[in-house]
């Protein structure tokens, strides 16, 4: 069985074409015209091990919240095609990253029900050029789009660059477990029958 989800997406502000596996080996090429996403997201799929392409270009003279966005939309709605009905799935998943002097936690329910909370601070504002407020905006749009119920913890640290990438680390882990099939499981892990 293949579990595979491809997205093209093509505004006045961004052209995306993107895809994931989620039975991979972490393999990536990922070029997005942001150089700390690009980083963030070679990270995901190394430590959830998914194979994972993506090529964006995007108003980047503007700033990088188009791209940014565009690529956490294209992202879930590539997540919610591979998983497809969900039969099978652990569904839930958790994973708890440092990243020297930063500790970050991820916790994912592939409910059908999107729901996304963050928690802790990003004590910077940019990381080299990038906004760090974009991290919420993509990581609440990869929820949406996937329909995961999310939430992020950051318990601490000091250096921006760690915490954030903590976060993708875990991302990966966490959606990884959730998405792995147990033959023990009959249709989708729930007494309703259904999900949602």
């Not at 980083?39 to 994972?52: I, Q, V, Y």
Request: charged residues 20%.
């Amino acid at each position: 069985m293949q579990r595979q989800g491809k997205v093209q997406r093509n505004t006045f502000e961004t052209q995306i074409a993107l895809s994931i596996d989620l039975d991979g080996q972490g393999t990536s090429q990922v070029s997005t015209g942001v150089p700390f996403l690009d980083h963030m997201l070679t990270l995901f799929s190394k430590h959830g091990l998914f194979d994972f392409t993506v090529n964006a270009t995007g108003d980047t003279d503007v700033d990088d919240h188009h791209t940014t966005e565009d690529v956490g939309i294209c992202l879930g709605q590539a997540i919610k095609s591979a998983i497809g009905d969900k039969t099978g799935i652990k569904r839930y998943g958790h994973a708890i990253v440092p990243m020297d002097d930063a500790l970050a936690e991820v916790v994912i329910d592939l409910s059908d029900r999107p729901h996304f909370i963050f928690k802790g601070d990003i004590p910077s504002q940019k990381v080299g050029t990038f906004d760090t407020e974009l991290v919420t905006e993509f990581l609440e749009k990869l929820s949406i789009e996937s329909r995961m119920n999310l939430h992020v913890i950051v318990h601490y640290g000091q250096n921006t660059h760690h915490i954030i990438e903590a976060v993708f680390k875990a991302l990966g882990r966490a959606l990884d477990t959730a998405t792995i099939v147990d033959s023990r499981i009959t249709g989708v892990l729930s007494t309703k029958g259904t999900l949602g």
